[in-house]
């Protein structure tokens, strides 16, 4: 091999390399171009998926709020119903005071908390509100009978017993209670209230 075709070679294998190494050079900068930004779309995923479980667990704490309120004001009302009517049926001349209004806006902000709950709220919740809320519903039916005065087939259950349930409507409002801490991830109590919780 002359010279001059030695040169020839090491120049073209030298112009190759350089156009080659600037090839290599854009490819290997579109890679990590392209890198960086399914790195930033990843990213991007997962601060939007954060988001929105923040604003899926604001707006379930916001719903349990609701709820817890709605139901123990009406549980409130309703023991207040059940020990006026205590009193009347020891002594009819009790003066009492009339909470029917009162009773009825509890009702009315409960299924309004209820409604807005069964679209935001775990199943584990929903089902143990909708147990107790027919709880309270039952206990109101059974007390509006007793001031009702209803004789026959329809007569209420006995003040005792509602006072019954309605102590039971307090340990199922503890668990419906439980149920939205734990869900929340602020509790690692049991579900099932304490014997010997609230006990003085």
């Not at 139901?71 to 003066?95: F, N, V, Y």
């Not at 143990?128 to 087939?153: C, D, K, M």
């Not at 006995?158 to 409507?169: C, I, T, Y």
């Amino acid at each position: 091999m002359s010279p001059s075709t030695s040169a020839l070679i090491v120049a073209v294998v030298g112009v190759a390399g350089t156009l080659l190494s600037g090839v290599l050079a854009h490819r290997g900068a579109l890679r990590s171009t392209s890198m960086e930004l399914e790195h930033a779309r990843v990213e991007r995923e997962a601060e939007r998926d954060a988001v929105e479980r923040r604003e899926n667990v604001e707006a379930r704490r916001a719903s349990y709020v609701q709820l817890n309120r709605a139901i123990r004001e009406l549980h409130l009302l309703l023991w207040q119903h059940r020990e006026t009517l205590a009193a009347r049926a020891g002594d009819p001349a009790t003066p009492t005071r009339d909470l029917a209004a009162e009773r009825a806006d509890a009702q009315r902000e409960l299924r309004e908390a209820y409604a807005t709950a069964q679209l935001v709220v775990t199943d584990d919740v929903l089902q143990a509100a909708g147990r107790l809320v027919h709880q309270l519903q039952r206990i109101h039916t059974q007390l509006a009978r007793h001031e009702q005065n209803s004789p026959g087939n329809q007569a209420p259950e006995p003040l005792d017993e509602l006072l019954d349930r309605l102590k039971n409507a307090s340990k199922s409002l503890y668990e419906v209670r439980q149920h939205m801490r734990r869900d929340l991830g602020i509790t690692n109590l049991p579900i099932e209230r304490p014997e010997d919780h609230g006990a003085r």
